[in-house]
């Protein structure tokens, strides 16, 4: 058996209701440890799971149950509170729509700002250059600041550089929701062609579609804990029957952009 590339025993996260406590590397750094706020809360806490080279793993649970959390854990963004997080290969991280982009920069000077920030060099660079920007439909606007940018244009700019880093490992967050369909199609096909090459993804969705299409293995939280870990079906199932819904209106919306289609 493989050995995993993710491994998560007994892991808790811990923040503050007033204020997101001090957990973030950046914020470790420059600030250190700070005592206990009041009003302390745990997303979630004693999860332990493995995940083995080239899984695609589905994140399903209600808003605010430690979803974008744990891809946090897993992508070194946060640390966590109690337990062990080892992930053993590198990660591109589409957890937020303006992560490690910067929006006084251009569209120019975030893809080689990015991409370099996860390893690659300016020739390597230069050589997707033009792959990047044709796929993210940006030719106009690459000397346009990227806080200047749409939410549509950002999820695109981001996805084509982050999806081009071919690290081993892909954390996709929700983003996928943004954009009009033509361009979803673009990523999926993309995500298509990434867990054919052997990736291991991590999608959060609430979209019963994406996660059909993408996933086999699914993981519940919900009430602070990790209430599944199973087969996609079987946990979307249990997630529908616990909330008492059945899907959600992103999801009916993709079905019937599917069947259109």
């Known amino acids: 058996m493989a050995e995993p590339i993710i491994s998560l025993r007994d892991v808790g996260v811990q923040f503050s209701r007033n ?3 001090h957990r973030s590397v950046r914020e470790l750094l420059i ?3 700070t005592g206990a706020p009041s009003s302390e809360f745990w997303p979630f806490r004693h999860v332990s799971f493995d995940i083995a080279p080239g899984e695609a793993i589905g994140v399903v ?7 974008s959390t744990l891809l ?6 946060l640390m966590p509170d109690e337990g062990t997080v080892r992930v053993r290969a590198g990660v591109a991280p589409l957890i937020q729509i303006t992560g490690g982009f910067e929006g006084e920069l251009t569209a120019r000077d975030n893809i080689y700002l990015v991409a370099g ?4 060099t300016r020739r390597e660079i230069g050589a997707a250059f033009d792959e990047i920007v044709d796929f993210a439909e940006i030719e106009d606007f690459l000397d346009t600041p990227f806080k200047h940018f749409s939410s549509g244009m950002k999820v695109r700019l981001a996805f084509s550089v982050v999806s081009r880093l071919r690290e081993p490992i892909l954390l996709v967050d929700e983003v996928l929701a943004v954009g009009d369909k033509g361009f979803r199609n673009k990523c999926y096909e993309r995500i298509d062609a990434l867990l054919t090459a052997g990736q291991t993804l991590f999608l959060v969705s609430h979209s019963d579609a994406q996660l059909k299409r993408f996933c086999t293995r699914g993981l519940y939280l919900e009430g602070g804990a990790l209430r599944g870990d199973g087969p996609l079906n079987k946990i979307l199932e249990q997630y529908d029957i616990a909330s008492g819904t059945v899907n ?4 009916a919306v993709d079905d019937a952009a599917s069947a259109a289609g």
């Open 248 to 251: 959600s209106t992103l999801s």
């Open 19 to 21: 204020r997101r406590r």
């Open 61 to 67: 649970g209600r808003n605010g149950q430690g979803k």
């Open 72 to 77: 946090s854990l897993i992508a070194g963004v």
């Open 117 to 120: 920030l996860h390893g690659m």
């Open 31 to 33: 600030k250190g440890h």
